[in-house]
């Protein structure tokens, strides 16, 4: 059973950038498909963007790709998200879920069975 640990958030200006990691433990990371999304107050979670267990197919909301870049290390058990171009809209709490297994990728959280505390950014305008 793998256990995440999300680092990174805080408050920046917007056109900023932020890097958010998530360290993983308890499991073989290389099988775990990993995702990142994000809560905001008032609203459901939503799909961020994954990645599959090699790193070679990633994938991204509308809302984030070319601000956004997902990417890991299997050999550090870390999955990363940088964050370029902040918008006061990308404010939200981010999380980091594992999904067992998998060949592609994957966007619905209920295929995600295990999640990280979070991590709150808050983006100002």
């Known amino acids: 059973q793998v256990q995440l640990v999300e680092s990174g958030g805080g408050l920046v200006q917007a056109g900023g950038s932020l890097r958010l990691s998530c360290a993983a433990s308890g499991g073989t990371f290389s099988d775990y498909t990993m995702g990142w999304f994000r809560q905001a107050p008032g609203k459901e979670r939503e799909f961020v963007t994954t990645i599959s267990r090699t790193g070679g197919i990633t994938y991204y909301a509308d809302s984030v790709k070319g601000r956004f870049t997902i990417s890991r290390d299997n050999a550090k058990n870390t999955v990363y998200l940088q964050m370029n171009s902040l918008k006061p809209e990308d404010t939200a709490a981010y999380y980091c879920?594992?999904?067992?297994?998998?060949?592609?990728?994957?966007?619905?959280?209920?295929?995600?069975?295990?999640w990280g505390q979070g991590t709150q950014v808050t983006v100002s305008s």
């Open positions: 879920a594992a999904k067992s297994g998998g060949s592609s990728y994957y966007s619905d959280p209920r295929l995600y069975g295990y």
